[in-house]
């Protein structure tokens, strides 16, 4: 089991920047792929980043694409996900979650087994 606790959401204004973490426990991060995903009211949880166990892989969606950075240091168990240039509709409850699938491009809810309880972003226009 993967407890996972995130950290470092906030309010922030529009074209202001924030660093989310992700803390794990329970076991090693460096067994997992990683990723971010976020959730507005009323929408579906939707794919935002991951990195994959090395770090020599990643992957954005397009809507977060050059200007959030997913990084991660295994040693002390923490995923990082930092966010430039932010928008109003980026305003979400944002959720760190680890998988165990070999495969590097893991973009799907369900391909993560273990989910943190999320960190509220608003971001005021």
Do not use: H
Request: charged share 15%; glycine share 8%; proline share 2%.
């Amino acid at each position: 089991q993967v407890q996972l606790v995130e950290s470092g959401g906030g309010l922030v204004q529009a074209g202001g920047s924030l660093r989310l973490s992700c803390t794990a426990s329970g076991r090693t991060l460096s067994n997992y792929a990683m990723g971010w995903f976020r959730q507005a009211p009323g929408n579906k949880r939707e794919f935002v980043a991951t990195i994959s166990r090395s770090a020599d892989f990643t992957l954005y969606s397009s809507s977060v694409k050059t200007r959030f950075t997913i990084s991660r240091d295994n040693a002390k168990n923490t995923v990082y996900l930092q966010m430039n240039s932010l928008k109003p509709e980026d305003t979400a409850v944002y959720y760190c979650a680890a998988s165990s699938l070999s495969r590097a491009r893991v973009t799907l809810t369900s391909d993560y087994a273990y989910w943190g309880q999320g960190t509220q972003v608003t971001v005021s226009s």
